[in-house]
């Protein structure tokens, strides 16, 4: 038993640790080894401190939820640390700028702001550091499939969508919508075109900017506020539910025209069919669960049967107008019967919307950094607008990732990227020199922020390169911040921590280090700080579970809230 091997252990999150064995298991270490342990520990905590005061500002914003966070040291195995390859292929829109923070299992001691302060000290190493206790991972699938609840905006839009379609499609087929009837293929083509302008990134910057620039005063009233917001965030559910009206009314006049086959011609019914098909493969790839487990497949399958969905909707469109049923022929004048026909106009809108993004894509120089093993941050040229999000690639026509863009909307922005994935952990293996990106950004969630007078955002992990640039940019509201991280310096890197720092108005900011403070609960700490700062509204970025937790949480206390969801 002298030599005892080391034993090796995994947590719940998949980071290993080891344990040696005592020789005796009664055994009572000698001073001078006690000595040595607690040398280690204290060298450990120092290397993650925090300057006093940046600490100590935080506290006086919230004092009473810091000292609710004290407990042992943290045993939080954060995301950036997660080595989870079943992760990789995640949502880029419910998992974008992934936090790094889960709550539960806080062990919490009642002691006073100095203790708080002294827990980075070597007062804090004395303490006997407990093995992290596995707890069982609630699964993210069923965060996404179950937690979201019955009765959300996103599928209430859904329905709403499928209704306003089932109805005229009744009349149609009993008789009193003959329109409808005879035109049904264009019911479908206007489904696809509404479901094109939801994902259209250059459409939804406009939206955002209008909605911004409307309803953003003071005197329009916080209620439609939220509800516009709701709206905006759920777009998703309109996309979803004119997926599957256009399949349907495509199987409907595909119906009609087999019924009356001798008035059209077998190349339009087998354009229309292969058409048809492509609908259905590519509404199968978004169902939550194939897209949760296969991403990929689902991002490629959207991507290139849209597309020949597309080109097959030009030729539909082109053989359906020419087509003479009398003579059973095609005729010659077919431009002069286009430009009087609205799917012509439809499906010419289609095409714009699908084409205007990537005629953005450019192939840019990049500065790649690694702030640490767990993370990069990457460097372009040209200054953003705040709360706006990009997209980059290292191959365009197979995957594309979103991330938060940090700027001060002067000459350059960043991306801090989560080494959670094959992309984002070769940046930091392998930083490239040039990237694929999309020079025409989209508007997000954080967009909407100048929507109101007081906002609270909470953000954990790299989450916070989301919400970075509303403090470096002058903005309409007063925002305030929460900000929950493992280790700032090593993960983030002092880059990152200066911009917080930098902030004027550093009484609005919460800034809570878990490898010195321990694993706080986040959904408290918003929650008080929301009553505190008579903040409107709070907006998180977090992993799926927390954003979940903290907004349940503000939403049970009377503060509207918003975070990530799932095809949001």
């Known amino acids: 038993m002298e030599n005892a091997s080391t034993v090796r252990f995994s947590s719940c999150r998949g980071v290993a640790f080891e344990i040696k064995p005592q020789a005796n298991p009664f055994a009572i270490n000698t001073a001078d080894q006690n000595r040595n342990a607690n040398a280690e520990r204290e060298e450990t905590s120092r290397r993650f401190r925090l300057p006093r005061d940046f600490i100590r500002s935080a506290s006086k914003v919230l004092p009473s939820s810091l000292q609710h966070s004290i407990s042992l040291a943290s045993s939080h195995f954060c995301d950036l640390d997660s080595d989870n390859e079943e992760e990789e292929d995640e949502d880029d829109f419910f998992y974008l700028e992934e936090g790094v923070f889960k709550e539960g299992d806080?062990?919490?001691?009642?002691?006073d702001e100095n203790a708080i302060?002294?827990?980075?000290s070597s007062k804090h190493s004395e303490k006997p550091q407990q093995p992290p206790v596995p707890k069982k991972?609630?699964?993210?699938?069923?965060?996404?499939?179950?937690d979201q609840g019955l009765f959300t905006v996103y599928k209430r839009l859904f329905v709403v969508s499928l209704f306003l379609n089932v109805i005229p499609l009744v009349l149609a087929a009993t008789g009193h919508f003959t329109y409808a009837r005879n035109r049904a293929s264009l019911f479908s083509i206007a489904n696809i075109l509404a479901l094109t302008l939801c994902r259209s990134e250059a459409f939804l910057r406009l939206v955002f900017y209008l909605t911004v620039t409307i309803l953003g005063r003071s005197f329009v009233p916080v209620g439609l506020k939220i509800a516009v917001t709701s709206l905006l965030q759920s777009l998703g559910g309109i996309h979803s539910g004119c997926g599957v009206s256009s399949i349907v009314w495509l199987v409907y006049s595909l119906v009609l025209t087999l019924k009356e086959s001798g008035n059209t011609s077998t190349a339009i019914i087998a354009v229309a069919s292969a058409i048809l098909s492509l609908l259905c493969l590519t509404s199968i790839a978004a169902f939550p669960l194939v897209r949760h487990l296969h991403h990929n497949v689902f991002e490629r399958v959207h991507r290139f049967a849209g597309w020949s969905a597309l080109v097959l909707v030009w030729a539909f469109v082109t053989l359906t107008i020419s087509y003479d049923p009398v003579t059973r022929s095609y005729t010659d004048n077919l431009a002069s019967k286009l430009i009087r026909r609205q799917e012509f106009w439809f499906t010419l809108a289609i095409t714009v919307a699908i084409v205007l993004p990537w005629l953005t894509v450019r192939r840019v120089p990049v500065d790649v950094s690694?702030?640490?093993?767990?993370?990069s941050?990457?460097?372009?040229s040209g200054g953003v607008k705040s709360g706006i999000l990009g997209r980059i690639s290292p191959s365009p026509l197979s995957e594309w990732h979103a991330f938060g863009i940090i700027s001060d909307g002067k000459t350059s922005h960043m991306m801090l990227a989560g080494a959670v994935g094959d992309f984002t952990k070769s940046l930091v293996s392998?930083?490239?020199?040039?990237?694929?990106?999309?020079?025409?950004?989209?508007?997000g969630l954080p967009y909407l922020v100048n929507l109101y007078d007081k906002v609270l955002l909470v953000a954990t992990g790299s989450g916070i390169c989301v919400f970075l640039s509303l403090l470096m940019q002058q903005t309409k509201a007063e925002v305030y911040l929460i900000w929950v991280a493992k280790g700032l310096d090593d993960n983030f890197g002092s880059e990152i921590v200066n911009r917080i720092k930098a902030y004027p108005h550093q009484d609005r900011i919460i800034v809570h280090d878990t490898s010195i403070l321990g694993r706080p609960n986040v959904?408290?700490?918003?929650?008080?700080?929301?009553?505190?700062?008579?903040a409107q509204v709070v907006i998180v970025t977090s992993n799926p579970e927390g954003s979940r937790d903290v907004v349940n949480a503000c939403k049970a206390s009377g503060v509207?809230?918003?975070g990530p969801i799932w095809d949001s």
């Open 106 to 111: 806080e062990q919490h001691n009642d002691t």
């Open 117 to 120: 302060l002294d827990s980075s």
């Open 137 to 146: 991972r609630v699964s993210r699938l069923s965060i996404i499939l179950l």
């Open 370 to 375: 690694s702030l640490s093993g767990h993370a």
């Open 377 to 380: 941050l990457i460097k372009f």
């Open 430 to 443: 392998k930083p490239p020199t040039h990237l694929w990106a999309r020079t025409v950004h989209f508007a």
């Open 523 to 534: 959904s408290e700490m918003s929650v008080k700080a929301s009553k505190k700062f008579e």
């Open 560 to 562: 509207p809230a918003f």
